[in-house]
């Protein structure tokens, strides 16, 4: 990986509302502010620019189907296809310090490079637990990112 920074973020509540119909996840609502963040984080306009990828409990949707919804959502373009972690393709759930783990290792960066940004106060302190710097929010990201990481 080029970058020297990967950013992961929590889908549901985090960067969208997810809307489910029928049982299944049929799109995501994302919030207002986040394509300028993802934007502004992956060009490096604050802090160094980032690689960007997702640490999501997916239940059973297919990672066909999440890349579907995320592209209609118009999300997919701004992440790593290779840093997109879905718990029900990886078999593991963000309870587990092996999820954090494995996107620290397809990330190629120590776990002090690599943030999670997610609203969940468990998930947070499972990933800060291997080392990952975390926030709980895409805004907070932002400041974090500038702050921790400014460019050289």
Not at 18 to 28: I, K, N, P, Q, W
Not at 48 to 62: C, K, M, R, V, Y
Request: proline letters at 6%; a negative charge.
């Amino acid at each position: 990986m080029s970058q020297d920074l990967a950013v992961f973020f929590d889908i549901g509540d985090t960067l969208a509302s997810a809307v489910v119909e029928g049982g299944r996840l049929s799109r995501l609502d994302v919030y207002p502010f986040v394509p300028e963040v993802l934007a502004r984080l992956r060009s490096g306009e604050v802090g160094i620019p980032a690689a960007l990828g997702l640490i999501s409990n997916t239940g059973d949707e297919t990672a066909a189907t999440m890349n579907q919804v995320l592209d209609a959502a118009g999300l997919l373009s701004f992440l790593d296809a290779d840093l997109c972690l879905f718990s029900s393709v990886e078999g593991l759930d963000k309870t587990q310090p092996a999820f954090f783990t494995l996107a620290r290792d397809r990330a190629a960066l120590p776990a002090a490079r690599c943030v999670f940004v997610g609203e969940n106060t468990d998930e947070r302190r499972v990933a800060a637990s291997v080392g990952f710097r975390v926030s709980p929010h895409p805004l907070h990201a932002l400041h974090l990112v500038a702050t921790a990481f400014p460019p050289a």
